[in-house]
């Protein structure tokens, strides 16, 4: 996706460019509705908002100065495709205490070479460096 290709005047998409908006599975966000859901026509998969909507939602936050939101957006997008398990062992690893320095790096290597997820990956060797330096990794957890 280019830079730009999305003003403030695209936003909020889901009221103004609903065509832009397609969920994990490519489905239109206009496809989304009660019937289809009670028609069993929708799995939870298809309501997952995609890597591509993410992004977008990034460039409004770069648009409005929230170059913090607008990471967090793009490190999201990256995440799209693993599965919840995984995400959810990615976040436990990541609390105080809970890994080694060793195991935080090899989280952030599986993200970078298993996922291409590498904003992630450099957030979790920041972290790493970060509880080093705090004493909490768990092999300095106090006892």
Do not use: W
């Amino acid at each position: 996706m280019k830079k730009n290709s999305v003003s403030f005047q695209d936003y909020p998409f889901g009221q103004k460019r609903k065509e832009i908006i397609r969920t994990l599975t490519g489905k239109l966000l206009e496809e989304i509705t009660l019937a289809a859901v009670l028609n069993g026509e929708l799995t939870a998969q298809d309501v997952r908002i995609s890597p591509h909507t993410l992004l977008l939602q990034a460039e409004i936050a770069d648009l409005a100065g929230r170059k913090c939101l607008a990471n967090n957006f793009r490190r999201a997008a990256e995440l799209c495709h693993l599965p919840d398990d995984k995400i959810m062992e990615i976040y436990n690893a990541l609390r105080p205490y809970r890994c080694t320095k060793k195991q935080l790096e090899s989280i952030a290597t599986e993200l970078e070479q298993n996922h291409n997820a590498v904003l992630n990956a450099k957030l979790v060797r920041e972290a790493a460096r970060a509880y080093e330096q705090r004493n909490f990794l768990k092999d300095s957890r106090p006892d």
